[in-house]
């Protein structure tokens, strides 16, 4: 069981109002983002805290540089991606996990689709691209990530699984479940400023 924690910022509110995060603030294709990682100070506890009203202090962090996120449109996407990931609002690269041993082929680079649910933001897929060929792979079951709306007191039972299958040459599967819930509201206090957000923990296992 593996735990992560993650403070969702809402930008534009009030301080000391409780937030909702909608579709129209989370990732948009054709839109770069920027993250900076940060270092916490020593016996920085304010990330375990949880309830309405919270404020979490780490105007001390140290900056340990940042990186650039670019999600595209599905319409950037080929005919054939967007045929099979029909109900996929973006896109956007990520990277395989060490699989342990030689890949037979190599892989030059990796994509994952996402889709803003009804009830959930999720991934459907993934894409996997290679020296010789591009392969779609649609999840067996769509993994969840977060509630929507997000909101403080949401929570989410959510699962994934997918398989990649070249036959005669490399198999690999994944089935995980996660439990996920927004368990904090509040401040967030960092060297450039204040702002207010939720706090959403994910609980999950996984088998690969």
């Known amino acids: 069981m593996r735990i992560s924690l993650v ?3 809402a930008m534009g509110l009030s301080l000391s109002a409780q937030p909702t995060i909608n579709v129209s603030d989370l990732p948009q294709g054709g839109t770069a983002y920027l993250r900076a990682n940060g270092l916490p100070p020593l016996n920085a506890d304010d990330i375990n805290l949880d309830g309405s009203d919270v404020t979490w202090n780490f105007s001390d962090i140290l900056f340990q540089g940042d990186a ?8 950037s996407a ?10 996929a609002d973006h896109f956007t690269a990520f990277e395989l996990p060490d699989f342990g041993a030689d890949l037979p082929i190599p892989i030059s680079g990796a994509t994952v689709y996402r889709e803003y649910g ?4 999720k991934t459907i897929g993934v894409g996997i691209t290679t020296d010789l ?4 792979v ?4 769509e993994e969840e990530l977060l509630p929507l709306p997000l909101t403080y007191g949401a929570t989410l039972d959510a699962s994934s699984a997918f398989a990649l299958d070249l036959e005669g040459l490399f198999y690999y599967a994944t089935d995980q479940v996660m439990d996920i819930e927004v368990d904090a509201w509040g401040t967030l206090l960092l060297p450039g400023g204040e702002y207010n957000c939720l706090r959403v923990k994910r609980e999950f296992s996984a088998l690969d």
């Open 7 to 9: 403070l969702a910022l």
């Open 68 to 75: 650039q996120t670019e999600y595209f449109p599905m319409s």
């Open 78 to 87: 080929s005919l054939t991606t967007q045929f099979v990931f029909s109900s």
């Open 118 to 121: 009804t009830n959930a933001y």
């Open 133 to 136: 060929f591009d392969l779609p």
């Open 138 to 141: 649609n999840f067996t079951d």
